[in-house]
């Protein structure tokens, strides 16, 4: 504490109080996860780096915050990690199991936007090589951590890249390119030259996403609540989304040879089957 008069120390104290507040709004993504879990979780009043946690605006932080980016174009979101991986990733499984049905046995898959790993995981079995890649670093080091403690499966693998860094490198050739629940918080102007992308260096593309045009119901309210708490980017992603007709609009902009939709029992999604362009 510094010394001095009554005045220095109220000084002092208005300073301390000013860099509080910003605090919060510096904090990374990770930061701001370990605050909301420890404010949700525990009995005590959270603290970031000493200061008092407003619920309310710590909540209106994160919808706020923008996605980092990391000098190597990696991304981070509040939520990648265990977060994801415990509480999100579940909830796809209904998708992920018709890709599954959708993909020949013994196949080489590129799974875009990989998560933490759940669905490369589904598919080691069933597939003879399956490479998992997502932006975001905390997702990969979890789905690495999940790797190991499921006894490393030698045809299956990780690494944390955007699909362009990925492909300018890439020594492997896959019949199929997967990209599920990540079109929708793609910037608008880069969804349809991702999918090209992805379609010119494999046999077969498979999406999923949401559904469109969307049901007036209680799951479909209930995804309109999960992807406006997902951060104002994402949010605008989505809605940008749902207004272009979703992946049949994102499939006519790209000018590809759609095969069909897959069956799916998930009443909100929609799984699409569609010509590549490679090999």
């Given at each position: 504490m510094l010394g001095g008069s009554e005045g220095s120390r109220a000084e002092y104290r208005e300073q301390r109080v000013a860099w509080d507040q910003n605090a919060?709004?510096?904090?990374t993504p990770?930061?701001?996860?370990?605050?909301?879990?420890?404010?949700?979780?525990s009995g005590e009043r959270a603290r970031v780096r000493g200061a008092r946690l407003d619920p309310h605006r710590a909540i209106c932080d994160v919808w706020t915050m923008q996605r980092t980016t990391h000098r190597d174009g990696g991304k981070e979101h509040?939520?990648?990690?265990?977060?994801?991986?415990l509480c999100i990733a579940p909830n796809q499984d209904a998708v992920f199991a018709a890709i599954r049905a959708g993909i020949p046995p013994g196949s080489t898959v590129l799974d875009v936007g990989c998560g933490t790993g759940r669905l490369v995981f589904q598919l080691a079995d069933h597939c003879g090589m399956v490479q998992g890649i997502d932006p975001s670093h905390?997702?990969?080091?979890?789905?690495?951590?999940?790797?190991r403690r499921r006894g490393h499966r030698a045809n299956i693998s990780f690494e944390s890249a955007s699909l362009e860094h990925y492909l300018t490198q890439a020594r492997e050739t896959f019949d199929v390119g997967v990209v599920s629940y990540v079109l929708h918080e793609v910037d608008e102007g880069a969804r349809a030259p991702m999918v090209r992308l992805l379609a010119g260096s494999v046999r077969t593309v498979i999406l999923a996403d949401y559904r469109v045009p969307r049901r007036?119901?209680?799951?479909?309210?209930?995804t309109e609540v999960v992807e406006f708490l997902a951060g104002r980017e994402h949010y605008r992603?989505?809605?940008?989304?749902?207004?272009?007709d979703g992946l049949p609009g994102l499939v006519r902009e790209t000018g590809l040879l759609?095969?069909?939709?897959?069956?799916?029992?998930?009443?909100?999604?929609?799984?699409?089957?569609?010509?590549?362009?490679g090999g």
């Open positions: 919060w709004r510096r904090a990770f930061e701001h996860t370990k605050s909301l879990d420890h404010l949700l979780h509040w939520y990648d990690g265990a977060f994801f991986d905390r997702n990969i080091r979890r789905a690495q951590v999940l790797h007036r119901g209680l799951m479909d309210a209930a992603g989505f809605r940008s989304f749902v207004r272009r759609l095969h069909g939709e897959l069956a799916c029992s998930q009443p909100t999604a929609q799984v699409f089957h569609v010509a590549g362009l």
